[in-house]
């Protein structure tokens, strides 16, 4: 495993070193408005596959620290789901309510296909399934297309939910959700789903999220509570849901938290890695490492690459429930932070490949 750095004090090979990145690819095209990364971290296993996100960062130096972070733990998250999978990641600079078109998104497409197979792509945050159409018009790499395995974020959530759910066995003894205060932090397309599923188990569901026509909107279907965002971290709950962007978990949230469990879908949760995992493991609360809980998505974009069907894909995603339970029991057993479990756990199937 390679810690993580400060990427604003270090050159980029330095840092793809230390991180284990084999290659990244920089686009630009002024054209189109195009400014986008791909990074690929390892292939060992196959192909790297993981999804593009178009989001508005403060600059660039923090673009390139995201996709390195998210196409790591697509490494782990397909290792450690058994898939035959590397790990990689996109980024598009720039607002995704403003600034897509056919030839942007046709552009990152030749971009793509550049790579020669080296890089599957799919949606991700700013990103929806017909963005991914202008995609394949340029290259055959890329899956969750409308009429095929289409948008993850249903299975993304039911993996999430049943990793919510193997944690809730071991921290109070069932893995019903009925009942249990669950806070969950973004509902956007999985956390949407993921309102769903614990409705219908009769949870007692709060919500939080930007966009007021959103929660307003959620609130009202599933007779959700609302919660202000200055007011996530300080309500009594059982399991934190962060379902929107990453970092939630540092030293001003963590502190705050009134949980015993942190299971949710967003990729990145802890602010750094080196300290808040064991934060949490210090307060006693279980956290369920975002690249295991939230695998559904590339479990259902595996089933598009391979040709299998989609309820292949949700048992395979039913099978978080084991890897979560066996992650967090042998986190509080051996007293080390879940996420080192999961990260050498997948380290061993990758250097297994190596190997074999």
């Known amino acids: 495993m390679k810690n993580e750095i400060d ?12 991180m284990g990145h084999d290659q990244i690819l920089f686009c630009s095209d002024n054209e189109t408005g195009l400014k986008a990364i791909i990074a690929i971290h390892d292939t060992t296993l196959g192909p790297a596959l993981g999804g593009t996100r178009m989001w508005v960062y403060n600059n660039e130096l923090e673009a390139l620290h995201d996709v390195l972070r998210l196409s790591r ?3 782990y998250k397909n290792a450690i789901s058994n898939l035959a999978l590397g790990g990689g990641k996109a980024v598009i600079i720039g607002d995704s309510k403003t600034m897509k078109s056919e030839a942007l998104f046709r552009r990152f497409g030749k971009f793509v296909d550049s790579l020669a197979g080296n890089y599957i792509t799919a949606e991700d945050v700013g990103i929806s399934p017909s963005d991914m159409v202008w995609v394949s018009k340029e290259t055959k790499h890329v899956v969750g297309l409308p009429g095929k395995s289409g948008d993850p974020s249903p299975v993304t959530a039911f993996g999430t939910y049943m990793g919510m759910k193997a944690c809730s066995k071991l921290q109070y ?4 959700l009925e009942g249990k205060k669950i806070l969950v932090q973004g509902v956007g397309h999985v956390g949407e789903y993921l309102v769903e599923y614990l409705s219908k188990e009769g949870a007692e569901i709060f919500i939080s999220d930007i966009h007021e026509d959103t929660i307003s909107r959620i609130s009202g279907t599933y007779g959700a509570t609302q919660i202000d965002l200055n007011d996530v971290y300080d309500i009594e709950m059982d399991i934190y849901a962060p379902c929107a962007l990453g970092g939630t978990l540092n030293d001003d949230t963590i502190s705050r938290l009134k949980c015993g469990i942190v299971a949710g ?17 210090e307060k006693d609360i279980l956290y369920a490492p975002d690249f295991a809980v939230n695998a559904g ?3 259902n974009c595996f089933s598009e690459v391979e040709g299998l069907s ?3 894909a949700l048992k395979k995603a039913e099978d978080i429930y084991h890897t979560i339970f066996d992650i967090v029991k042998r986190s509080k057993d051996e007293n080390i ?8 756990m997948a380290q061993e199937k990758i250097d297994k490949a190596h190997h074999s």
């Open 7 to 18: 990427i604003s004090e270090n050159p980029i090979i330095s840092q793809m070193s230390t």
């Open 73 to 75: 733990g697509m490494t």
């Open 173 to 176: 003894g069932t893995d019903s």
């Open 265 to 281: 879908a967003a990729n990145n949760q802890l602010k750094d890695e080196n300290i808040h995992g064991k934060a949490l493991l």
């Open 297 to 299: 998505g590339v479990i």
């Open 310 to 312: 989609s309820e292949w």
């Open 337 to 344: 932070p879940s996420h080192i479990i999961a990260m050498q």
